[in-house]
């Protein structure tokens, strides 16, 4: 968990500047469509819908940008066909990497994963050779200043999580996946704000790394972050807060 989480809190902070270059909202877009095309357009009836939906509002997108994806998933709009495709494979230290990848060109995708994994000391692997090591788990990430304590962790226990962990810089809510949306509804109309909420891919066990192979695996889960097609990567490394900072930051 730990692994997860303070790589999420990196990505969060980075978000800003991703989104000037439209890479946010691309991604996003992406999901939106996949999720209508897979289980209809009505978000009250499609909670991967409702859930890309509260993420695209997070990030300030129009309702209009949101409109057309929706109607590019449904089949209203035309558009290129999208694959949802997951790729696995190990980087360095044996770091257990998935990659979720929405594309219209799966060649051309997999050489670019597979080069990026060479290049840092790592490599694709088949289907199924680290999924069994990760669990789909809502996670529901509060800053520090935002909920007391024992009042979030009272309000999310009755809603259904199965967890509060309390982090340096705020708390991650663990549900269940068929919990989650209710968590973070009662969440929500308890007037607290969440700094992100989604359905990741959490590691059972996890891997130490620092040095040299810390950083090669920082910049590997960069790289495949920044793809365009890449919509999400889990992984299972740890390392200590402090190093992980000062890689991230150089």
């Known amino acids: 968990m730990s692994g997860h989480s303070k790589w999420s809190s990196i990505k969060h902070k980075k978000a800003a500047r991703d989104a000037k270059r439209g890479k946010v909202f691309t991604k996003l877009i992406k999901e939106i469509t996949i999720a209508a095309r897979l289980g209809g357009g009505d978000p009250g009836a499609n909670p991967r819908l409702r859930t890309a939906i509260a993420a695209a509002k997070a990030q300030s997108m129009p309702n209009d940008n949101i409109d057309r994806a929706i109607k590019k998933g449904t089949g ?86 199965d967890d509060v962990v309390s982090e340096d810089d705020g708390f991650q809510v663990l549900t269940g996946t068929e919990s989650f949306s209710a968590v973070r509804d009662a969440i929500e109309k308890a007037g607290i704000p969440i700094a992100s909420a989604e359905i990741a891919k959490l590691p059972e066990n996890t891997v ?19 793809h365009d097609d890449v919509q999400g990567v889990a992984a299972n490394f740890e390392m200590d807060t402090d190093e992980m900072a000062r890689l991230s930051a150089a």
Request: charged residues 30%.
């Open 208 to 226: 130490k790394v620092s040095g040299n192979a810390a950083e090669q695996v920082l910049k590997l889960m960069e790289e495949l972050e920044d």
């Open 76 to 161: 209203e709009l035309g558009g290129g066909t999208l694959e949802e495709i997951t790729y696995e494979g190990y980087g360095p230290a044996g770091v257990a990497i998935i990659a979720d990848v929405f594309t219209d060109n799966r060649n051309r995708v997999v050489a670019e994963l597979r080069h990026m994994f060479s290049r840092h000391g790592g490599n694709l692997g088949e289907s199924g050779c680290v999924a069994w090591m990760f669990k789909k788990r809502g996670v529901i990430a509060i800053d520090k200043g935002a909920a007391d304590e024992d009042r979030l962790l009272e309000l999310a226990l009755e809603a259904g999580a």
